[in-house]
């Protein structure tokens, strides 16, 4: 069975420091990839996604970036964090097929300070 | 740009009644796929249920059901005898047929906080 990991859980930061949130999934290989943030609880606002290695696009442009240096793996960076990149950073990966749903990690909750 | 719109931020409903939550989205694309996701306080994201533009018949899964409505694009979640563990954020999402230009990423709604009484 496909499984996804994302870490870590919680994370609280200085501003002005560095990021990196790492995602991997098993059991499914050239997975669709996406980082997803949510800020107070409400809406997800996709931040990038990825159908293949080297092949990553962004959604909103902000000093974040992320990598795809394996078929299963998926980084979100950043190398000088903003208040206002606070937020719940979920992970998520799904299949081709139309009807194949989004799986979720766990969610990383950044605050920074 | 497709955009997903759930216009009740807040609904609530007592233990074993049945509550709707609305969704409606905007889309020139004849073919795409729908889902309703769950988000406890423990912020899993769970899918709930989903839909294939395709198909006429709406689909059920146990006391979740929707009114797929694709002339009016609207995708409403009916939930029958509700219970305390339902309870939760519940988000629509629209999923483009993949290999067009979005890829088929998702598009969330803003979501709608589900409060259930006992």
């Known amino acids: 069975s496909q499984t996804i990991h994302q870490w870590p859980a919680t994370l609280v930061q200085p501003v002005g420091s560095p990021l990196s949130l790492e995602c991997t999934v098993e059991g499914t290989s050239n997975p669709n990839l996406y980082w997803y943030r949510q800020a107070a609880g409400r809406g997800l606002q996709l931040l990038f996604y990825?159908?293949?290695?080297?092949?990553i696009s962004s959604e909103v442009p902000q000093n974040l970036s992320a990598s795809r240096p394996q078929d299963r793996q998926f980084i979100l960076s950043s190398k000088k964090l903003l208040l206002s990149d606070s937020g719940f950073y979920l992970c998520?990966?799904?299949?081709?097929?139309?009807?194949?749903?989004?799986?979720f990690g766990n969610g990383t909750r950044l605050t920074v300070t | 740009a497709q955009t997903v719109t759930q216009s009740q931020p807040e609904m609530s409903v007592q233990e074993a009644e049945t509550v709707t939550l609305s969704c409606t989205y905007d889309t020139s694309e004849s073919d795409y796929y729908l889902f309703w996701y769950k988000q406890p306080p423990s912020r899993q994201m769970i899918l709930v249920i989903r839909q294939e533009a395709y198909k006429q018949q709406n689909a059920t899964e146990n006391r979740f059901s929707v009114n797929f409505q694709k002339a009016a694009k609207s995708f409403s979640l009916k939930i029958s005898d509700s219970q305390l563990g339902d309870a939760a954020m519940y988000f629509c999402?629209?999923?483009?047929?993949?290999?067009?230009?979005?890829?088929?990423?998702?598009?969330f709604g803003q979501g709608t906080i589900l409060t259930v009484h006992p």
């Open positions: 990825s159908i293949g290695i080297d092949q």
């Open positions: 998520a990966w799904n299949g081709d097929s139309g009807n194949s749903p989004l799986h």
């Open positions: 999402a629209y999923r483009s047929e993949p290999g067009g230009t979005s890829y088929g990423k998702l598009t």
